[in-house]
């Protein structure tokens, strides 16, 4: 039994971006169109009446989920690149994460890492630090992260300064990861190591609130909400090639948070 079972609670669902009215710069929709390419998700064009200019549509069997402006996919995930948010100098509270890229959950992508692509990738990392901003915002709960190896926290100065804040906050953080370091007492953090296929090969950023803080248990409710809960799951399924899903399902979230404290 390993964390690739809960692919199996994810559909093989696809979605639509529309760019509707566009009058900004070829290059910007060009970059977005690559971003998706080859995934679950069709980027296209369209000249749309009562639409404002530069504005994209997520778009599900003809039903708009959700709307953003370009600008806000240019700022997120179009022109910035994963050094911003390893190094710091992209901080937690600058990420916006647009509409149309978050209710892209449950959507099953298969990405590249760098130097395959230097673009697929990093909506992973949007999304991962989209739950740790969650988690920092509402101060209280528990938070799950694996970094396949712990060294990731201390050698990412954009890292470790996101789990310092954490730890700084009323969450009960856990990380989890190869035992290639370990944190200090100094960092109020749980540690959990090991060499198990789900200690290599996983990547997870998971926050769960504390309960009764979310007015429902629907997955509209967390998504709107902005308070969790929320899980990503991605797995190294060959070097530097990742599939990965992330969800606002609450049973969802919670069997995957009660496997890992089960089995990690």
Known sequence: MSLTRFFDRVGSSSRSLVVANRSSPDPVQHILETTFADQPVQVTERDLPDV???TVLLVDDDEVLA????????????????DLFRTGAKGLDELELPSVIKRLHDVRFSLRGYPKSNAEKLILVVISRY??????????????????????IQDERGT????????ETGVDVHVYGRPDWIPSRSLDVTTHAGHSADFRDSWFVLFTPEPGSVPDHSAATAARADRGPVAL????????VWEGFWTFDPSLVADLNTYIAREL
């Open 52 to 54: 404002e200019s530069d």
């Open 67 to 82: 709307t953003s402006p370009l600008s806000a996919l240019r700022d997120a995930i179009v022109t910035v690149n994963s």
């Open 131 to 152: 739950i740790e901003q969650v988690a920092a915002r509402t101060g209280r709960g528990r938070h799950r992260a694996s970094f396949q190896s712990l060294s990731r």
């Open 160 to 167: 470790r300064q996101v789990y310092e804040r954490l730890a």
């Open 233 to 240: 799951l991605a797995i190294e399924v060959k070097p530097n």
